[in-house]
């Protein structure tokens, strides 16, 4: 029985934590065909904000789920009502640049 739980104890953990998420070169140079200034940081950094501020108000949407232009309506909007809900200046210019770099990017990203 101890063994039992141990087990679907450790299974719950590793159903639970994070997804790590590891960007390719290929997407690095898809970012940089649009957004010159694009890194792997940049990606990473856009993916890290997208998760702790976007789903915070509503539920998550994949990259995939909307294509470029509507991304680039989408995310000023957005960042304008998280900032305006937080009566203050939560997500930066800089964090919206990234966030927007990685749902463009990943939005035409290869199926897996």
Request: glycine residues 4%.
């Given at each position: 029985m101890t063994k039992?739980?141990?087990i679907l104890f450790?299974?719950?953990i590793i159903a639970c934590?994070?997804?790590t998420v590891s960007f390719t070169n290929s997407d690095v140079e898809r970012a940089a065909s649009k957004f010159p200034e694009s890194t792997m940081a940049t990606l990473t950094e856009g993916h890290?904000?997208?998760?702790k501020y976007c789903?915070?108000?509503h539920p998550y949407?994949?990259?995939?789920?909307?294509n470029e232009d509507q991304w680039k309506t989408i995310i000023p909007k957005m960042?304008?009502?998280a900032n305006k809900k937080e009566g203050k200046?939560?997500?930066t210019p800089k964090m919206e640049q990234e966030i927007l770099t990685y749902v463009v990017t990943m939005s035409t990203a290869p199926k897996k």
């Open positions: 039992s739980v141990y450790i299974a719950f934590s994070p997804k890290a904000h997208y998760k789903g915070s108000c949407k994949a990259p995939s789920a909307k960042v304008a009502n200046q939560v997500i």
